[in-house]
């Protein structure tokens, strides 16, 4: 099975642009969810999205927002770009995201690396 | 106060040794909590999920949970130069997917 796909792997972007991630989750997993990891705060939750829907958000800004087509891949959108945003963006798929403990199984991409100038 | 607390280390040990990770956290509602291993360059990979208190062991892995100090710990056995990485420690109540992360401690193994 092929596992979480992620693109683009790097992207210099410019303070004040935006930037869109894709994520393309492993076959069969709904559950998609974004992380962004710097060195000073680890991995921080941004928002996980279910069968198109987001069910959970992270205390992030609006600049930040995803959306999940009905194929279960997801986009990530940041806009206005500032310079604390440089870090790595991870997804993460899983097969339902319930109660059952199998399904906390996360399965990570490789991340995109951004670097805001 | 972080949601979940690890040591960032860094840590280094000679291979065969016992190597003792730990997480602190202060949610009580936590009852699902994962340990994961990032390699350089590459997305955490789930190593092992335990549920509520106890221990799981898996190879040379052992993790256990002791939701009265509110404390987790991963132990390896037998440490490795392969296990060099940076471990992470997750959680998460018993709705929902949200995970919080430890910030992660790097681990350095000398042959």
């Known amino acids: 099975k092929a596992g979480v796909t992620q693109t683009p792997r790097y992207l210099i972007k410019t303070r004040g642009q935006q930037v869109t991630l894709s994520c393309s989750p492993i076959s069969g997993h709904r559950s998609v969810s974004w992380y962004q990891q710097t060195p000073g705060q680890g991995l921080q939750f941004l928002f996980e999205y279910f069968s198109e829907t987001q069910r959970n958000k992270g205390n992030f800004p609006g600049r930040f927002s995803g959306r999940q087509f009905s194929n279960s891949r997801s986009e990530m959108n940041v806009s206005t770009l500032e310079l604390g945003d440089s870090a790595l963006y991870l997804c993460?798929?899983?097969?339902?995201?319930?109660?059952?403990?199998?399904?906390?199984?996360?399965?990570f991409g490789p991340g995109t690396r951004l670097t805001v100038t | 106060q972080k949601e979940v607390e690890q040591d960032p280390g860094p840590l280094s040990v000679p291979e065969g040794a016992i190597v003792s990770l730990n997480c602190t956290y202060s949610?009580?509602?936590?009852?699902?909590f994962m340990w994961y291993r990032q390699y350089s360059r590459k997305g955490p990979e789930l190593l092992m999920y335990t549920y509520s208190s106890g221990n799981k062991e898996d190879g040379r892995f052992t993790a256990q949970v002791d939701k009265s100090s509110k404390y987790i710990s991963l132990f390896i056995r037998d440490s490795q130069p392969s296990d060099s990485a940076t471990y992470l420690c997750?959680?998460?109540?018993?709705?929902?997917?949200?995970?919080?992360f430890g910030t992660g401690t790097s681990l350095t193994v000398i042959p």
């Open positions: 993460a798929s899983s097969s339902t995201g319930g109660r059952v403990l199998t399904s906390y199984e996360q399965y």
């Open positions: 997750a959680m998460s109540e018993s709705t929902g997917n949200q995970f919080y």
């Open positions: 949610n009580s509602a936590f009852q699902y």
